[in-house]
């Protein structure tokens, strides 16, 4: 048996619930997509928009990652290395895109949740890449809290852009 042996029941939970939330977010995004857009609405929905499938997609992709029936954990430690330099880079580019962008100034918990959270849910991936040649116990709770934290954020901003749809699209339409 693996250490990863044990954690079965949670991947499936936190995977299936990414894998929901990515089909609520289309069903969400297929809704709005009638209303008008604002200027430059396209730089916004790419800064704050996509980011969050891309963090649904991490949760269900280490969920598919952490299920499959591995003989060693070294496989798993360098696709932890891998996804986690990797959001580290998407973060710099999703803070680039936020900078940039017209259509909203984002607040401070816009760069919490956007920026910040995320890049410490992938600088935590990419450590326990490490910390599991060590103790790989550990590496697994933090791998669990780093793909919990991305699944709130996911809800957070999923929650965000529909609220801020709703009550800025729905007052501009009412004038």
């Known amino acids: 048996m693996t250490p990863l042996a044990g954690w079965e ?17 289309f069903v969400v995004m297929a809704l709005i997509a009638n209303t008008p857009l604002a ?10 928009a996509t980011p969050t499938i891309v963090h649904f997609c991490f ?5 598919g990652v ?3 029936p591995w003989r060693s954990v070294v496989p798993v430690m360098v696709i932890w290395g891998v996804l986690g330099v990797t959001g580290i880079v998407y973060e710099i580019v999703v803070a680039s895109r936020m900078r940039v962008q017209t259509a909203y100034t984002p607040v401070f918990e816009d760069w919490l949740f ?10 935590a991936i990419a450590a326990s890449a490490f910390l599991a040649l060590v103790n790989i116990t550990f590496a697994l709770f933090i791998t ?7 699944l709130f954020v ?10 801020w749809h709703v009550f800025s699209k729905s007052g501009k339409r009412e004038s």
């Open 9 to 25: 029941n949670f991947y499936v939970i936190v995977g299936s619930s990414a894998g929901a939330l990515i089909g609520l977010q």
């Open 39 to 48: 200027p430059n609405q396209e730089q916004a929905g790419a800064a704050f």
């Open 59 to 63: 949760a269900l992709l280490v969920a």
């Open 66 to 68: 952490q299920t499959a």
């Open 114 to 123: 956007h920026v910040l959270l995320p890049f410490a849910a992938y600088a």
């Open 144 to 150: 669990a809290a780093a793909v919990l934290l991305m």
């Open 154 to 163: 996911g809800i957070h901003n999923a929650w965000d852009t529909v609220t």
